[in-house]
């Protein structure tokens, strides 16, 4: 992988992480729903540090369920639901280690273009479409991943110059302009259920 420019305003340590391990960058997506962003990939962080030591997938595949939840659940629990993110990073690591010998980097190193990255993604428990494609435009943008018609098969989310995911944070600045768009959508939603 490519030097990252992603940078979270979180532990300096938890942003190298994300850089050299692709099973953290990779967790960390599994993460990034109903919790802050910066909460979701900095929980592998704090996951190495509760273990002492950084997991494989074929680990964390075979982990014990209860231990693995007790782990999440810690204070301050690592996701607002411990036990079902729990559950779904362990099915995550088992389609790691069943299709991909436990190499998360093998989920997308060997693609030959972004409409096969997105179905690859798209096939992790999880992952619906809108959250794979902000993954492939996470990256593409972040980490120089950029099989033929990648920004096609991530959609809007792989747009230059766009703040609509994580995908697009490299600073302050832009992680606010992220945020802005995510507060649009929120509202126009509602405001269409409103109208509904």
Same mark, same amino acid.
């Given at each position: 992988?490519?030097?990252?420019?992603?940078?979270?305003?979180?532990?300096?340590?938890?942003?190298?992480?994300?850089?050299?391990?692709?099973?953290?960058?990779?967790?960390?997506?599994?993460?990034?729903?109903?919790?802050?962003?910066?909460?979701?990939?900095?929980?592998?962080?704090?996951?190495?540090?509760?273990?002492?030591?950084?997991?494989?997938?074929?680990?964390?595949?075979?982990?014990?369920?209860?231990?693995?939840?007790?782990?999440?659940?810690?204070?301050?629990?690592?996701?607002?639901?411990?036990?079902?993110?729990?559950?779904?990073?362990?099915?995550?690591?088992?389609?790691?280690?069943?299709?991909?010998? %436990?190499?998360?980097?093998?989920?997308?190193?060997?693609?030959?273009?972004?409409?096969?990255?997105?179905?690859?993604?798209?096939?992790?428990? %999880?992952?619906?479409?809108?959250?794979?494609?902000?993954?492939?435009?996470?990256?593409?943008?972040?980490?120089?991943?950029?099989?033929?018609?990648?920004?096609?098969?991530?959609?809007?989310?792989?747009?230059?110059?766009?703040?609509?995911?994580?995908?697009?944070?490299?600073?302050?600045?832009?992680?606010?302009?992220?945020?802005?768009?995510?507060?649009?959508?929120?509202?126009?939603?509602?405001?269409?259920? %409103?109208?509904?």
């Amino acid at each position: 992988m490519v030097p990252m420019t992603l940078v979270l305003p979180i532990d300096p340590e938890a942003n190298r992480l994300l850089e050299r391990s692709p099973l953290a960058l990779l967790l960390g997506m599994v993460l990034d729903q109903q919790v802050p962003m910066e909460k979701a990939f900095s929980s592998p962080y704090v996951l190495v540090q509760r273990l002492g030591h950084e997991p494989d997938a074929a680990e964390l595949a075979g982990y014990d369920p209860e231990a693995l939840v007790a782990l999440f659940a810690e204070p301050p629990a690592l996701h607002r639901f411990p036990k079902a993110m729990a559950a779904r990073v362990q099915e995550v690591c088992r389609v790691l280690v069943n299709r991909y010998d %436990g190499d998360a980097a093998r989920l997308w190193s060997d693609v030959t273009d972004g409409p096969e990255l997105l179905r690859r993604v798209t096939e992790l428990p %999880g992952f619906g479409r809108q959250k794979a494609q902000i993954f492939v435009a996470l990256l593409g943008k972040r980490f120089g991943v950029t099989p033929q018609d990648w920004r096609t098969a991530a959609g809007a989310y792989g747009d230059p110059g766009a703040y609509r995911s994580v995908a697009d944070v490299t600073d302050a600045d832009s992680l606010r302009k992220v945020r802005d768009f995510k507060q649009q959508m929120k509202a126009a939603a509602k405001a269409k259920a %409103g109208g509904a």
